[in-house]
């Protein structure tokens, strides 16, 4: 008898703690797991919602999303599991749907098929807020047809408006490349806020399956692509055949080494290939960088000046061979113009600009970089030294550096180089009165007929 009641109670006890561990949530926790990849402060009913939930322990009984606006709740998406099978799911859809724009609230409701909690389940919610907005930017080209030489400059000038505009770009692609030009607001220019405009350039390509558009994003993800209609062009490439002796590399090609720190190759020809590709990239790469900053303003004016008393010896995209001991050992294209004058010759500023950069750029050697204002700059190379320092707004023609052989120059001459947000333009337009006044002048003119007629 008294076994037996000891044998009872025994078990009383350990289905009590069965029961306890089993159906109450003091041992198990909830495992819920509900991560929202998007929306995140803002809410697109053109954007994917996207949100990954899982359950460790139990299986999803059910997932719900709502979006609480106002004083209304609009239902987004909603599943039940009748079978308790699935621990991982992943919701994916694009609401599609009218939602009153402004604030709201993102919730996500889970619950499981957890014995624990009483038979009942767990749930989670998870809610923030967000600021709906299903309205893309909206883009006006202010511009006509754009028209290029390829390898030149063109502008586009556009109206781009949105309550929470993040960012908005030309882009040009082709081959699969795309090319960013930064948007920079017109201001200064137009007096209205909503005016950007972009520099832009088209490189030379083998395959010339251009496009170009104007690419507006907002905070919530929506995407406005307009456009650019252009005309382009394609200019003669001239070739030119360049002798690299081992008295050229054992000074010039050295001398970039040693100030670059990089070690001595196994040949001299080794050394060369190394600066001209390698030291080369690394160049335009800052190049790039310097030119990514820029006023928004047009600081120069009138057409861009040559080197004073100078002759061109080399042209903008010519396509130069490079031969060592009679074999050909490279191809690169010149990015500037070459212009010589006397030795050590006077710089002039090619237009009236800010000193951005000066400093040993490899290949170019001492450089100088002035900004012109809307991602347009000139680029000094070559030079001895320098008559202004950084920073310092300089007048068009104002001496500003002195010229000579350092980096990869034969003989003392300048290279000057005119660059568009990182990209290289043929300088000959910069220096044409009739191209600066039907490119850019009479652009801004007819943008600004445009934007008079626009009904915003
Ligand atoms: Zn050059």
Redesign the pocket.
Known sequence: MRKGRVLFALIIFFGLIYAVYQYTPIFKPNTIEIVVKSPKAYFSANKTVNIAISDKTAPIKSIKVELISMNTTIKLFEKQFNEPLVKQFDVNFKPNKVIPQGKAVFVVSVEDYSKSNFLNGFKKVVQFPVFVDSTPPKVILLSGVSRIKIGGAALAIFYVKDTNLKDVYLGVSRDGVVDRFRAYNAQTIFGNPNVYLSFFTYRLSKLKNYSTNIYATDEAGNLTIVHVPVFYTTPKIRTSRINITDEFIKTKVMAILEHEGIPKKETLLGDFLYVNDIVRKQNYAKVKEICSKSESKILWKGRFSQLFRSAVT?TFNDKRFYYYKGKLVDVKY?K?Y?LASVRNARVNAANSGRVVFEGYLGVYGNTMIIDHGFGVFSLY?HLQSFLVSVGSYVKKNQYVAITDTTGLAGGDHL?FDVVVDGYYTNPVDWWDYHWIKAHILNVIDEAKTRLSLLNQ
């Open positions: 080399a010149h500037g070459d190379g290279h």
